[in-house]
């Protein structure tokens, strides 16, 4: 387990399946679209760790406030920063514009786990067991203003469940099981089941600008093969809006470089106009399907993905239940 003396590191992470399972043994979370955070609260001090490694803590003090305001002098939680729309729903670009214009004001931290309280490690019960926990320290709340939220559950009616996810327009449900231990990294514990198709892609590089849009036209994406080449995946040219349009530009000129990272770059008419870069950032996007050639189809920029490093940038298929 990747830990320090004050518990987990890394978090658990969620297999991608094609159905929500359906027995008693599965408790459901409806999937947040945010960035996932440990949040580590010891003796005043609280460190708030990507999936990457990176304290955000400085990022989000509003958030390190309403911790340190729960009275725990030592605890550690799992579980994901967001930012509600009208109807409650998290909202990723919304996230991403709170954080890009330093406002922390609309920030909430959804807990749904806590592996570590009081000094005493609670890794290895059961989840339902942690999650009892969880509960006398982060009491259900129904106030908007709400900093620190506890993250609702279902037991068992997993395909009803993910159904009533998709009707809301929510991108999906987390399943886990409720009997076992948290363990750090991706096992079949705790499954992802997405209503739309939707993941992390490469940018590696952009078109020029056409019309009245300014900045770039298109970015260029790609995903690591099984060999650990970049492979060309398409492009992607709707979802930005005039800001996103300026901050991503100015995040790519000093990635900007002679070659293409592709191993299969677009050629002849394709490449005209094309800038290439650096694969250092990851975009979230959602789209219609993947070619059998691997490009993307009716895709849309949902937003920048600052808590995951690019390499692990790869196509995600729904493994066997």
Same mark, same amino acid.
């Given at each position: 387990? %990747?830990?320090? =003396?004050?518990?987990?590191? #890394? ?17 459901? #979370? ?5 960035? +996932?955070?440990? =949040? ?38 799992? /579980? ?19 954080? %890009?214009?330093?406002?922390? /004001?609309?920030?909430? $931290? !959804? ?8 000094? +005493? ?13 969880? @509960? ?30 998709? +009707?809301?327009?929510?991108? /999906? ?27 992390? !892609? ?14 770039? /036209? ?5 995903? $690591?093969?099984? %060999?650990?080449?970049? +492979? ?51 975009? #979230?996007?959602? !789209? ?21 490093? @690019? ?11």
């Amino acid at each position: 387990m %990747a830990r320090t =003396a004050d518990g987990p590191t #890394e978090p658990q992470l969620a297999t991608l399946v094609a159905e929500a399972p359906a027995g008693d043994e599965w408790l459901h #979370e409806m999937k947040l679209d945010g960035y +996932r955070l440990l =949040a580590h609260v010891h003796k005043q001090q609280v460190k708030l760790l990507t999936r990457h490694g990176n304290d955000w803590a400085e990022r989000v003090p509003s958030i390190v406030a309403a911790l340190l305001g729960l009275g725990i002098d030592d605890a550690v939680f799992d /579980g994901e920063l967001v930012v509600l729309d009208d109807a409650g729903v998290s909202d990723f670009q919304s996230l991403q514009n709170s954080l %890009a214009a330093g406002k922390d /004001g609309a920030l909430v $931290y !959804f807990v749904f786990d806590l592996l570590r309280l009081h000094g +005493r490690s609670l890794a290895e019960l059961p989840l339902e067991e942690r999650k009892r926990e969880l @509960a006398t320290v982060v009491p259900k709340q129904k106030k908007k203003n709400v900093k620190i939220r506890l993250s609702d559950h279902v037991v068992g009616q997993g395909p009803a469940f993910f159904a009533q996810a998709c +009707r809301m327009n929510l991108e /999906g449900i987390v399943s886990k099981r409720r009997d076992r231990p948290y363990r750090p990294g991706r096992s079949a514990d705790w499954l992802k089941v997405k209503c739309k198709r939707r993941q992390e !892609f490469v940018i590696g590089g952009f078109s020029a600008p056409r019309a009245s849009r300014s900045h770039f /036209g298109a970015l260029l994406l790609g995903l $690591y093969d099984e %060999a650990g080449k970049l +492979r060309y995946a398409g492009k992607v040219g709707t979802g930005f809006t005039s800001a996103s349009l300026r901050e991503i530009h100015e995040r790519l000129l000093p990635l900007v470089q002679a070659k293409p990272a592709f191993a299969n770059p677009p050629r002849g008419a394709e490449a005209r106009d094309l800038t290439w870069t650096a694969p250092r950032l990851l975009a #979230e996007i959602e !789209f219609a399907e993947i070619t059998r050639d691997g490009r993307v189809r009716h895709a849309s920029f949902q937003g920048l993905r600052d808590d995951k490093p @690019a390499h692990m940038a790869r196509l995600e298929r729904p493994a066997p239940l």
